[in-house]
């Protein structure tokens, strides 16, 4: 069989965009067992960390989330019920101004978002809060 050049090309393409293109499928099967890679298997405390995201979100292609955690050094972001359930890290320098983060992610459907932060001292935060979704974003 033969091949022009196009299909090559495409192919090539086809195979690189499955290769790298896939999401990020997390090693961890459970989200406490992403929550225990994150931490070392510590246990985060509840105080100190502010989670804010609506209990109602119309659309699930666009929820908003503050995440304020005064002192930390890194915080990271779960969705429980999304294909890729760790939907970013943020991390802070010494020179970094405050210690907050705010974003719009997509939510699949009716899930807990987790906001946990790292803090300075090596110790862990976290908040939890349960999201209802009307309209799907991740094909729900």
């Known amino acids: 069989m033969t091949q022009t050049r196009r299909q090559f090309v495409g192919n090539g393409l086809a195979i690189a965009a499955a290769f790298f293109g896939l999401p990020h499928i997390a090693n961890a099967a459970t989200l406490e067992e992403a929550i225990a890679t994150f931490t070392g298997g510590s246990d985060a405390a509840s105080d100190g960390i502010t989670l804010i995201a609506p209990e109602i979100a119309e659309n699930g292609n666009t929820v908003p989330i503050e995440v304020d955690a005064p002192g930390a050094a890194a915080i990271i972001l779960f969705a429980a019920g999304n294909p890729n359930p760790d939907v970013c890290t943020v991390n802070f320098g010494?020179?970094?101004?405050?210690?907050?983060?705010?974003?719009?992610?997509?939510?699949?459907?009716?899930?807990?978002?987790?906001?946990?932060?790292?803090?300075?001292?090596?110790?862990?935060?976290?908040?939890?809060?349960?999201?209802?979704?009307?309209?799907?974003?991740?094909?729900?």
């Open 94 to 140: 010494p020179a970094a101004g405050s210690h907050m983060v705010s974003t719009r992610i997509r939510l699949a459907g009716e899930q807990e978002v987790v906001a946990i932060a790292r803090m300075a001292d090596g110790s862990f935060k976290q908040a939890r809060q349960n999201v209802r979704v009307t309209i799907g974003g991740c094909g729900g």
